[in-house]
């Protein structure tokens, strides 16, 4: 029983921090006109079979590899702006998996990987840029070989 309220409690814990977390940087989502917050991809993974503990260590590899921005493409390596890098992605004008363009949330970068997310987001009928689909695809991805 002890155990069990100290789970309980750890868990709650972590709650509370991603959710103090989430409060000081999701005043972000306004002013990049996100449909998720960072509150809301924290809970996303958590809900996705992620810890709390694994899901704030994602968030923060998130917040410094992109920002929290989805749609980000790596700077430096496009003279696209981020707009104009999805909408090519999306529309099949670049060559999105063999570019060694680091690329949304987690700035994925490697080709098989990054293929897989655009097939994953077309598959959904969504944009590569999507949010919803990136926090999907980072946990089926946890989830695979």
């Given amino acids: 029983m002890n155990k069990l309220i100290a789970t309980a409690a750890m868990i709650a814990a972590y709650l509370i921090a991603a959710s103090v977390m989430a409060a000081v940087i999701v005043g972000r989502e ?18 996705g079979g992620m810890t709390p503990k694994a899901a704030c260590a994602m968030g923060g590899n998130m917040m410094a590899e992109s920002g929290m921005k989805s749609n980000i493409a790596q700077r430096g390596m496009t003279k696209l702006t981020d707009e104009e890098y999805t909408a090519a992605a999306d529309a099949g004008n670049i060559n999105f998996a063999n570019d060694d363009v680091g690329y949304g949330l987690c700035q994925w970068t490697y080709r098989t990987r990054k293929k897989n997310l655009l097939d994953y987001a077309k598959s959904m009928g969504a944009s590569v840029g999507s949010e919803t689909i990136q926090v999907q695809f980072c946990l089926a991805e946890l989830k695979t070989d």
Avoid at 30 to 47: C, D, F, H, P
């Fill in 30 to 47: 306004n002013r990049r006109n996100q449909k998720m917050s960072e509150l809301s991809i924290l809970t996303a993974l958590v809900m």
